[in-house]
């Protein structure tokens, strides 16, 4: 059975870093892309950043761009999401997801299995 552990989240004040870890179990790891998404309250789930199998090729969304930045450890079946510069605006629930293809998209829906996410609040 696939599963996503995320870790990594917390309170921090703005301009500080965190960094997100996503490990998995239950598949073949190396094959497959996988994807940070977020969602913070009243609002639409957002791709962050997404980053794919073969060639490590990444996606990240303008908002993130320039401050975070996504890893992946094969030899761990962790991928992480390295965040500086945290803005009160990145306040959400970050989640990890798993396609089953080998590049990543932005597209939520396009992701086959998530983790449960973790809370990240930035204070001003």
């Known amino acids: 059975e696939a599963q996503l552990v995320e870790s990594g989240g917390g309170l921090v004040q703005a301009g500080g870093s965190l960094r997100l870890s996503c490990t998995a179990s239950?598949?073949?790891?190396?094959?497959?892309?996988f994807g940070w998404f977020r969602q913070a309250p009243g609002k639409e789930r957002e791709g962050v950043s997404c980053?794919?199998?073969?060639?490590?090729?990444?996606y990240y969304a303008d908002s993130v761009k320039g401050r975070f930045t996504i890893s992946r450890d094969n030899a761990k079946n962790t991928v992480h999401l390295q965040m500086n510069s945290l803005i009160p605006e990145d306040t959400a629930v970050y989640y990890c997801?798993?396609?089953?293809?080998?590049?990543?998209?932005?597209?939520?829906?396009?992701?086959?299995?998530w983790g449960q996410g973790t809370q990240v609040t930035v204070s001003s």
């Open positions: 997801a798993v396609r089953y293809m080998v590049v990543c998209t932005s597209a939520g829906y396009e992701y086959d299995y």
């Open positions: 980053i794919s199998a073969t060639d490590a090729s990444t």
């Open positions: 239950g598949f073949t790891y190396d094959n497959y892309a």
